[in-house]
């Protein structure tokens, strides 16, 4: 019996066949993990700098609006830099969000006018914050409440 079972596993300690299958099979799942997750944190990346993009273009839009005097109404509002923001226009009708999940009902952008410096500088400051929508795969690692944050000065310029 002995002799038998030593025939039989000196002949799988021999053969080769299949050797190309069993490591495929231990190596595939790390493989497609490692994959998925480079996806994923590219996802991620791509959402934090369109948030990043619409900020800079809200401030932007705010820092060069003229302020209302006695002889002009400015036409700017904080409204219309939201809307820039999330949409990327100020007239959305047509357009999708930048970015899923972050728009009007999902999240808030915070508009300030700080003075800063000794000159006495005025800047626009923007800031917002978007959960991301993540993945099964960041669910299965413990990595499920992922928040984006973003935030962008522009210095106020006027006409």
Known sequence: MITWLKRILGRFHRDERGAVLAEALI??????VFS????????MF????????????????LARCQPSSPSFVSQCSDTVARRIAYYGTSNPA???LRVPGWGPSG????FARVTRGEAGDKVIVASTSLA??????FGWLGLANMTIQAYHEERYIGW
Do not use: C, H, M
Request: charged residues 20%.
């Open 27 to 32: 190596i595939v799942p790390f493989v497609t």
């Open 36 to 43: 998925v997750g480079i996806l994923e944190f590219g996802n």
């Open 46 to 61: 791509w959402e934090k700098e369109q948030v990043e993009t619409g900020l800079r273009d809200a401030a932007r839009y």
């Open 94 to 96: 047509a357009t999708a």
């Open 107 to 110: 999240s808030a952008i915070v």
């Open 132 to 137: 991301y929508s993540n993945s099964p795969l």
